[in-house]
């Protein structure tokens, strides 16, 4: 049996409408709600996100990430046996956006389903398909991190319309007999349910509740910095490595000082740590894989690198994934 799974190649996709902080300010202004570019780079070091249109779903996302992701493997579609979507944004209520973008990169058979922890949808997504890959369950696995959060933002709240973009990330990971993967730590805390939270659902074809998302954000922050370090430590742990061995923290982009103050508490140089937020704002499920990619693509994460990848949003769920690139 396979002892490992690794990440064979990595991809990602930015919708082309780029709004900057100061262009949805703007925007923001003509409905009478006040911001500013100041604010929002002082708060969290966002200073620009993109927006899908209307008629793209988050399935259409992860599809050019998905394909990016293959070309960087030197894979075809009709090599992968696996297919986990990690998304709070999904195209439908069902199917899965795993199943729709199976069908969209021309396969079938293998299994598709999506991941639903919300910011920390990719680590268990990843954590999934591991398992499943060193059980023999799947030998090519895509997962893809895929987000519309546009659709379920409320444009008047200024105290969250501000944090989130839209985006996609995905790697392609692989049965091998080198690490790869190194440990895993997942968690959930439902009594949390009310601080970060979409609180509406469809039910007899109308909208029961509120479809738009609600965040105590300081709440969301204090707990935030706590459980990354805390499974930051219990992954090292279980990996048998120290912190010293980390040459790239990817914790989820949802605000700098979240990223700094983990990095600081695991006493790791702030240029071990990667960040796109500026560029990204809070993508979700899809923050992580977009921050992987683009730190392989800037030459920053190289093959044998050892990476910290955290994740932590609504459930409140968090976790963490040490590899070996
Ligand atoms: O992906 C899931 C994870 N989510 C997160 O990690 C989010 C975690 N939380 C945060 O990142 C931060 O708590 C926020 C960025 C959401 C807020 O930053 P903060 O430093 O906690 O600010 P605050 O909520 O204490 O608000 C400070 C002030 C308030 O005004 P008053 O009451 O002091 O007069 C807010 O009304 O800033 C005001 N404010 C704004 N002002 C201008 C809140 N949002 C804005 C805004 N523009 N967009």
């Given at each position: 049996?396979?002892?490992y ?7 990602s ?5 780029r709004v ?21 780079v ?5 200073r620009a ?8 779903t ?15 493997a030197?894979?075809q579609?009709?090599?992968?046996d696996?297919i986990i ?13 795993a199943?729709?973008l ?41 997962v ?14 200024r105290t ?30 439902g ?16 909208v029961?509740g ?11 922050f ?13 992954t ?7 912190e010293?061995?980390?040459d790239?923290?990817?914790?989820h982009q949802?605000?700098?000082?979240i ?10 140089p ?8 500026d ?16 730190a ?6 190289k ?6 990848l ?10 963490a994934?040490?590899l070996?690139?």
């Open positions: 049996m396979t002892k799974s690794r990440i064979t190649g990595t991809g996709y930015l919708p082309p409408k900057t902080n100061a262009e949805l300010a703007a925007q923001l202004a003509a409905d009478g709600v006040e911001t500013s570019d100041q604010w929002i002082e708060r969290t070091g966002i996100r993109h927006f899908a249109e209307a008629d793209v988050s399935s259409d996302l992860g599809l050019h990430a998905a394909r990016s992701a293959l070309e960087a030197g894979r579609p009709s090599d992968i696996l979507v990690a998304t709070s944004t999904p195209d439908m209520v069902f199917p899965s956006s199943a729709i199976q069908h969209k990169l021309g396969i079938a058979g293998c299994p598709a389903f999506d991941v639903q922890a919300v910011c920390s949808g990719f680590v268990y997504a990843l954590t999934v398909a591991d398992a499943m890959i060193r059980t023999g369950s799947a030998s090519k696995a895509l893809i991190g895929a987000e519309v959060f546009s659709r379920i933002l409320d444009f008047k709240d969250t319309c501000v944090l989130f973009g839209d985006g996609a990330g995905a790697v392609v990971l692989e049965a091998s007999d080198t690490p790869g993967i190194l440990a895993t730590d997942l968690h959930a805390d009594k949390y349910v009310g601080i970060l939270c979409v609180p509406g659902n469809v039910s007899g074809g109308k029961l509120d479809p738009l998302l609600k965040m105590d954000g300081q709440a969301v204090k707990l935030a910095v706590g459980v990354l370090e805390e499974s930051a430590r219990a090292l742990q279980k990996a048998g490595r120290t010293a061995d980390i790239w923290l990817i914790p949802a605000n700098i000082r990223m700094q103050g983990t990095a600081k508490k695991l006493k790791l702030m240029d071990k740590l990667v960040v796109t937020v560029q990204h704002g809070n993508t979700s499920a899809a923050s992580i894989p977009l921050a992987l990619d683009a392989v693509r800037k030459g920053q994460v093959k044998g690198d050892t990476l910290m955290e994740g932590v949003g609504g459930g409140f769920t968090w976790g994934v040490l070996d690139f």
